[in-house]
């Protein structure tokens, strides 16, 4: 017989329980732990808050109106109808879930549903109330903790110490989403940052909006931050953006029944979707019901309401030459089909129910690069929408979202597949080629009987620097010109010739789009990767002919402009077009190419162009060495024509691709020269003692000490290019080299990368050389922030079962001035392709951060002050110019009061818990996928052996 005061931990059906007493009744509370120690620190936090609730509630506004008008009873007493007696019954036994279970057992007595968002005031006031329960649980599990401590530990001390430290990070979690929260808030950005927000991102910016009201200086939330002195326009910003998030919440829930509907897996449900689930939330939330097969794309136009047979008809307003009645809003199904879903009485209503649609479609996307497109392509039409908009932010939006659409083709899985087949191709090309080279019958020809040769059909090879008798020619009349003599020879070279016919490489046609269905039909193929038309080498010539480039007469009408004419030429150099190129005013002009980073007005790309007289111009393209005159023809193109260009550009692309390769490759050849003059530096270069740092292995200088040089190799270890540092600290790379998915390894090269316990990358060689220093084993440089996710992805790929740790530059102050952290926003997104660590370095407070008495400065507010030199003061310059001083942990090492002692602190604890934290189940999985690999390849080989021999 137990006695009735005894209380304890008792397992019962499988589950654990706690069986105590509450206001002198037995009490019998269910726990979370699976295991008979866990539940004995988790009673021990039930028996803490075994608190009556007339405790919070007498520290609470007793008068609660808002609840007195949906329930009609007083507070305390539908608490306790409803089994809410202890703060533990509120806020259950878990910490970190204090204020979410207390949010969902008080919600019932006002009006809500458990999980439910809004703005109203009984949505605020119950979280307010359920605000004062999770505090008042926390304050005692921190005071029972801290009268442990002092008393000595017991069984319940260490766990009780562990949901403190769970209190602390969630405090510290929303002391972040407040800053936040309020940044976003003062700088107007608010719409575009909650876009991309998570559920739980959206909680905290919801308790941080709602602890800044009051707006009043005693207000605890304006004791912890500076309070704007607009505080009418704040308030007004703190209600809009309530909304905001309350719609967000919502919209969240139906991303992740359509996500669940799409892969049949739950997100953040119980169970799975189906389809009448996604329509009942569909019109629960949104008013109206999506189709489950909705493709994502939503279409707004203006309709109008007409006669038609004695009926009433909705059609649209263009075609009908009337002013819109109404807009409607319409979802494209997966038969593409529209199907209506609402109107709305103004064109701007529609849009933004446009747009709500667009973010639950982005949120329920998979692939996190289309996702980024999406909402980047949601901002671009807001900014365009929006009259405030200045002409810099619309082209800044166009420009991240051509960037983002540009990633997400980048990382498309059947565009790789494609790249990959193109590679192939081209490989199998180069061999060919050289195969028909080979069998070229060259002769030798005197020069005085050049003229003789080549009236006989005789060719000049450039590349080989001698004649040769084309395929298909008769050799004989060329006999006494060949290398090996007499008539028999050249029958064997024309024998030769005729056989490699067979095998010529691909010849590009200029087939018109409406005649595609003949070609194909003649043998014709399609290259994707190229976009054009081609003669396969086992096809019919003779069939093909008409389309061959050359038979394609030029089609000309007197319509297209001169500018579009020289935006077509710049374009067949290799040039982007985009913003307002070509400008045609006879001054040169910068512009960006292909296959470097874009730039509004920079670039590897030159051009002249004027209107005046005979429209004319010059351009050059410094990357590719490619530099023509250009004159205007006054003429569109037709089909035949345009498919004539095309096929041409198809053929000029692959020329382009093997002179680029030609290129880099020469300038490896130049680099690994340079490297064989230069020495190791003993001793610290001006750059290295500007940083702080010692020799470092793998760094070269030049005879005189003053250059720091800094081979950069891919994988297999070859040298592709070199960064060169002068004294002053200016940096540049060898010309016409490849630096994309190069490094530096600041070490022993890659014999010690393989022995190190992690893989450090930085951005620059001073942070890569300082973690060196602080870590004792090698350390990556991939030269810059744009190259961190190329060099992680391919050391990663090598060094699989190694973890990956970004070590980010911190550019807050671009954050400030630009509205980008290029530093942190590469190297998290590094980390996350590899799935690995991005480490940040902690600077001391005001270091690093903009003060916070200073007015904020905004990206529009800095190019303002670019532009007239006196929007910003001299205290707000000068707060910038201290925030460029604080970015990375070379630093942190040399600068902040932290010093080497911070980064020791920072650095060892991050690397060596990201080597502790290595999963050995991936491990298992890796060397799984290893050795499948290596028995799929002893499986292939007798394969390629037979079809070789076979060849042969």
């Not at 599990?141 to 001390?157: F, K, L, S």
């Not at 039409?381 to 659409?405: F, G, Q």
């Not at 002009?589 to 509004?600: D, W």
């Not at 980064?903 to 502790?916: G, T, W, Y």
Request: hydrophobic share 35%.
């Amino acid at each position: 017989m137990v006695p009735d005061d005894w209380h304890g931990v008792v397992k019962n059906q499988g589950a654990f329980w706690y069986v105590g007493n509450e206001g002198g009744e037995r009490s019998f509370t269910v726990l979370a732990a699976s295991e008979y120690q866990d539940a004995e620190a988790e009673a021990a936090c039930v028996q803490v808050l075994a608190v009556d609730i007339r405790q919070v509630l007498d520290d609470v506004d007793s008068s609660l109106a808002p609840y007195q008008g949906y329930q009609r009873e007083s507070l305390e007493a539908a608490m306790r109808s409803r089994h809410l007696t202890s703060i533990a019954s509120v806020t259950g036994s878990v910490p970190a879930t204090f204020h979410e279970t207390a949010e969902d057992r008080l919600s019932a007595m006002f009006g809500l549903k458990p999980g439910g968002t809004g703005a109203d005031i009984a949505y605020l006031e119950c979280a307010r109330l359920a605000q004062a329960f999770a505090g008042a649980a926390y304050r005692l599990v921190h005071v029972t903790n801290q009268e442990r401590n002092m008393n000595g530990t017991d069984r319940a001390a260490a766990p009780l110490q562990a949901l403190e430290t769970a209190e602390t990070d969630r405090v510290e979690r929303q002391r972040r989403a407040e800053a936040w929260t309020l940044s976003n808030l003062v700088q107007g950005t608010q719409e575009r940052a909650f876009d991309k927000a998570s559920l739980g991102q959206l909680k905290r910016v919801e308790h941080a909006l709602t602890a800044m009201q009051p707006t009043e200086p005693n207000n605890p939330f304006w004791e912890r931050h500076a309070l704007p002195s607009d505080v009418e326009k704040l308030e007004e910003q703190i209600h809009q953006a309530l909304a905001a998030v309350a719609i967000r919440q919502l919209d969240m829930r139906v991303a992740a029944t359509r996500l669940a509907l799409i892969t049949g897996q739950s997100f953040g449900r119980e169970t799975n979707a189906d389809a009448a689930t996604f329509a009942g939330e569909t019109e629960g939330t949104l008013g109206f019901t999506l189709p489950h097969d909705w493709t994502g794309d939503v279409r707004v136009e203006g309709t109008v309401t007409m006669d038609a047979n004695g009926q009433r008809k909705v059609v649209p307003a263009d075609a009908s030459g009337r002013a819109p009645e109404a807009w409607g809003v319409y979802a494209r199904r997966s038969d593409g089909s529209y199907q209506w879903l609402a109107n709305q009485t103004t064109e701007a209503e529609a849009e933004r129910t446009a747009e709500r649609l667009a973010r639950i479609d982005a949120h329920s996307t998979l692939s996190e690069y289309e996702k980024a497109a999406k909402f980047a392509r949601i901002h671009e039409a807001r900014v365009t929408r929006s009259p405030d908009s200045t002409d810099a932010d619309i082209v800044a939006a166009k420009e991240a979202r051509k960037s983002a659409e540009a990633n997400m083709t980048l990382h498309d899985a059947d565009l790789q597949r494609r790249i990959e087949h193109a590679e192939r191709e081209r490989g199998r090309e180069a061999v060919e080629q050289d195969a028909l080279d080979t069998a070229k019958m060259l002769i030798v020809v005197p020069y005085k009987e050049k003229d003789e040769a080549k009236a006989l059909g005789a060719r000049w090879d450039r590349r080989r620097q001698s004649w040769y008798v084309p395929a298909g020619m008769d050799p004989a009349p060329f006999s006494k010109w060949s290398q090996t003599g007499g008539p028999e020879a050249g029958k064997v070279a024309s024998s030769a010739a005729t056989s490699m016919q067979t095998e010529i490489g691909r010849v590009y046609l200029a087939v018109p789009y409406s005649e595609r269905g003949e070609a194909r039909a003649a043998g014709a193929l399609w290259d994707k990767a190229a976009g054009s038309w081609y003669v396969g080498p086992q096809e019919n010539m003779a069939a093909l002919a008409k389309w061959r480039p050359e038979n394609v007469a030029a089609q000309q009408d007197p319509s297209m402009t001169p500018r579009e004419e020289f935006a077509g030429f710049l374009k067949s150099l290799g040039c982007v077009i985009s913003g307002e190129h070509p400008i045609m005013d006879g001054k040169s002009h910068r512009i960006s190419v292909e296959g470097e980073k874009h730039s509004a007005n920079a670039g590897s790309g030159f051009y002249v162009g004027h209107l005046d007289g005979h429209p004319a111009g010059y351009a050059k393209n410094n990357k590719t060495g490619r530099e023509e005159n250009w004159k205007a023809m006054g003429y569109v193109l037709g089909n035949e024509e345009k498919a004539r260009l095309a096929a041409e550009a198809a053929a000029k692309l692959r020329e382009r691709e093997a002179d680029l390769a030609q290129r880099h490759e020469q300038a490896a050849k130049r680099v690994a020269a340079q490297l064989a003059k230069l020495v190791p530096a003993d001793q610290p270069t001006p750059y290295m003692v500007a940083k702080g740092l010692g020799p470092q292995p793998g760094t070269f200088t030049d005879k005189d000490g003053k250059k720091t040089c800094l081979p950069a190799i891919d994988t297999n270890g070859k040298q592709w290019t070199m960064q060169y540092i002068g004294e002053d600290g200016t940096k540049r790379f060898a010309k016409d080299s490849r630096k994309e998915g190069c490094f530096h390894v600041i070490g022993q090269g890659l014999d010690e990368l393989a022995n190190v316990p992690a893989i450090v990358i930085a951005e620059g060689y001073a942070t890569a050389a300082t973690l060196r220093q602080t870590l004792g084993y090698a350390t990556v440089s991939a030269f810059d922030s744009g190259n961190l996710a190329p060099v992680a992805q391919t050391l990663h790929g090598k060094y699989p079962d190694k973890p990956v740790v970004v070590a980010c530059d911190d550019d807050r102050y671009l954050e400030l001035t630009q509205g980008v952290n290029p530093g942190r926003g590469k190297g998290e997104e590094a980390a996350r392709l590899v799935g690995g660590t991005a480490l940040l370095p902690i600077f001391a407070p005001g270091e690093n951060a903009y003060p916070a008495g200073l007015a904020p400065v905004t990206p529009e507010l800095f190019r303002k002050h670019q532009r007239t030199g006196a929007t910003l003061s001299e205290e707000q310059l000068a707060a910038l110019e201290r925030m460029k001083q604080f970015t990375d942990f070379n630093d942190l090492a040399n600068r902040s009061v932290l010093g080497r002692d911070g980064i020791e602190r920072q650095v060892k604890a991050a690397c060596n818990s990201s080597v502790a934290n290595g999963d050995s189940v991936e491990q298992q999985e890796v060397q799984r996928i290893r050795q499948l690999a290596q028995d799929t390849a002893q499986e292939q080989k007798p394969k390629r052996r037979r079809k070789a021999a076979t060849i042969a």
